[in-house]
């Protein structure tokens, strides 16, 4: 096994990615801007170098820093965490040309899932079922026209590059394909550098749902269930669950096998994830992410498996130390994402942490780097913790929701916490009726 890991991120992620080093008897190097200098991930890892300014692009984007600092620091690996350089083929590259082993799949699989035209044709090529749409990029505006009449509208154009929802307009009637069409297209050449769009028919009220797999390159493919994670704001999550509460067990075993023979097919080594939009009792495989994501403990909690801890093991050429038949899904489990931002206005809030308590008891995890006193910079993401609940059952999930976030002490700055107990309180999360489009709606009422 390693001896030494460079975690090239910082916040939560960078702490979450330590504890599972720790824990297998490894070193950890921290890196971090000089706005993160007294972060909890660089005062809880056994070394620390300084790669730059503030801005990300200067620091935690700063290829050349966090090669040098995997030199002189004598790092085996580099952990390259959620965002930032974790999905970057160029990244993954360097890091091997440099002789250190990157903690993530090879850059073929990230190329080749990065760009969502050809993920999605290999997600075909694999048996797995797409939105009907273009086959591959269209390459103007008279070859739009001609497919989306066989698709049907309303038409969704997508970024190749995309993700996250950039570069994305909805076409409702052929009147207004031309204009989404050019839209589209300069947004994703702004966003990416990369002008291509591909058609697809769109789907008015999915649900996201994604699968969590695990891979070792060696014939071990496991995957550890579904998660929904619809209640989505701007793209950005809110809160991710495990089961959802809209799959029957028909349904999950489906998805979940589809998932991993295509995993097992792809010959993919890593831990990566499968999103899906569910509507009308059906699938579409619409992106893979290859990486750790920001709402992993929530599988962690329903099967006790360490996914950072598998991750490190198959990037050494280990085996997966589990298979699916050790895997036991079991109860329910919620992640409420407290962001530093006001819960009504989603303004940011950045600031001094002057009082800082995380509920604790049976079925609470808490990943956070916050600490009393600590100063939450403006430069980056406002994820500041991770409240994740675990129950036998939903609805002492959400019981045990609730509870913990009333404990919940961080003040200082604002944060999402009151918006988690607002949805701990309605009738449609109680319920589990949600869809992709379910929270945007749900905020808007409690505008001014
Ligand atoms: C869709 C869709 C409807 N139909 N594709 C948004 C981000 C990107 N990753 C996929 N997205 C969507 N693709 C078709 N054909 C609706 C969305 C979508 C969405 C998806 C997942 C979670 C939240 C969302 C919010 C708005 C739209």
Not at 2 to 16: S, T
Not at 96 to 105: L, N, R, S
Not at 332 to 347: L, M, P, Q, Y
Request: charged share 20%; hydrophobic share 45%.
């Amino acid at each position: 096994m390693f001896e030494k890991v460079l975690i090239a991120n910082r916040g939560e992620i960078a702490l979450r990615i330590h504890r599972a080093c720790r824990e297998m008897g490894i070193r950890t190097v921290a890196v971090h801007s000089t706005a993160d200098a007294n972060a909890m991930h660089v005062r809880l890892a056994d070394e620390s170098v300084c790669i730059g300014p503030a801005p990300a692009r200067d620091s935690y984007l700063n290829i050349p820093a966090i090669l040098s600092a995997a030199a002189i620091t004598g790092a085996d690996a580099i952990h390259p965490g959620v965002g930032f350089l974790s999905e970057n083929a160029r990244f993954a590259n360097m890091v091997a040309e440099h002789g250190f082993v990157f903690i993530g799949p090879t850059s073929e699989h990230l190329r080749l899932m990065g760009d969502k035209v050809t993920a999605k044709q290999a997600a075909r090529d694999f048996g797995i079922p797409t939105v009907p749409g273009s086959d591959g990029a269209v390459a103007d505006i008279d070859e739009a026209r001609k497919l989306a009449d066989g698709i049907g509208y309303p038409i969704l154009i997508k970024a190749a590059a995309g993700g996250g929802g950039r570069g994305m307009r909805v076409a409702a009637t052929e009147a207004s394909l031309a204009e989404a069409f050019a839209t589209a297209a300069a947004e994703a050449r702004a966003a990416f550098g990369n002008p291509q769009v591909y058609l697809e028919r769109y789907l008015g009220r999915p649900r996201h749902i994604e699968v969590q797999i695990l891979a070792d390159g060696q014939g071990g493919v496991v995957h550890l269930g579904e998660r929904d994670c619809s209640l989505q704001r701007k793209h950005q999550k809110l809160l991710e669950e495990t089961p959802s509460p809209a799959l029957n067990a028909g349904e999950r075993a489906m998805v979940t096998k589809l998932a991993t023979d295509a995993v097992a097919q792809l010959g993919y080594c890593g831990a990566g994830t499968l999103e899906f939009l569910y509507q009308d009792s059906a699938f579409f495989f619409i992106e893979m992410n290859t990486r750790l994501q920001v709402e992993h403990p929530i599988s962690e909690m329903v099967t006790g498996v360490d996914i950072v801890r598998e991750q490190l093991r198959v990037a050494d050429g280990l085996p997966l130390s589990m298979r699916q038949s050790d895997i036991v899904l079991s109860g329910h489990a919620i992640e409420c994402r407290i962001n530093a931002e006001n819960s009504v206005s989603f303004r940011p809030s950045p600031g001094q942490i002057t009082a800082y308590l995380a509920p604790g008891g049976l079925g609470v995890r808490v990943d956070s780097a916050l600490y009393e006193g600590y100063i939450v910079p403006p430069h980056y993401d406002s994820l500041v913790a991770k409240l994740i609940l675990h129950g036998t059952g939903r609805n002492e999930c959400i019981m045990r929701m609730r509870r913990a976030l009333e404990e919940y002490v961080i003040t200082g700055i604002d944060t999402t916490i009151p918006l988690h107990q607002r949805l701990a309180a309605e009738p449609d999360f109680i319920d589990g009726n949600y869809d992709v489009h379910w929270l945007e709606r749900f905020v808007a009422r409690a505008q001014p």
